[in-house]
């Protein structure tokens, strides 16, 4: 949970791009790329990335914008980027618009329990990472190069002439 609003900025700016890394590195042929049959494809979870910034927002009381969760997914890789970029950046700054260090200890109704706003911000984070970690295995199955966002990636550590960890 978060106890400051800098503390979260700063874990924001670096966890956004990570994610805007990983939407950076799709091609509009891999969003179609799925694990089974019935599974999301890896179009509709960077969609769900994008979608779930403003529909967590608003759940929360921010005055963001919000995308039909049911809304289709757009058929081309940048265009979702650029959508996640500016949703990210302007995320951040409603956060710090509307709520301060202490309010951050403020109930807020969130999917029919009560959190602390600080929570709602550590989801937020949470969230996005968890579906990044999903999009790397759609996207070495779509043939994609993942990037590395915690260190190295296979392919980063071949680039510094280094055998990739196993």
Do not use: C
Request: aromatic letters at 8%; proline letters at 3%.
């Amino acid at each position: 949970m978060y106890y400051k609003i800098s503390d979260f900025q700063n874990d924001w700016k670096s966890e956004s791009e990570a994610t805007l890394r990983i939407l950076n590195s799709l091609t509009d042929e891999s969003l179609n790329q799925k694990v089974y049959e019935n599974g999301r494809t890896l179009g509709r979870l960077a969609w769900h990335i994008v979608i779930s910034l403003g529909e967590m927002a608003v759940h929360a009381g921010l005055p963001a914008k919000e995308i039909d969760e049911n809304s289709e997914v757009p058929a081309s890789a940048k265009l979702i980027a650029e959508e996640y970029k500016k949703d990210s950046k302007e995320l951040a700054g409603i956060v710090s618009d509307n709520w301060s260090d202490e309010s951050l200890k403020e109930d807020v109704q969130m999917y029919g329990q009560n959190w602390k706003k600080g929570f709602v911000l550590e989801v937020l984070i949470r969230h996005q990472i968890h579906h990044r970690a999903q999009m790397t295995v759609l996207m070495r199955q779509a043939g994609l190069k993942v990037p590395g966002i915690y260190g190295p990636a296979k392919e980063e550590w071949e680039t510094m002439g280094m055998s990739p960890m196993k």
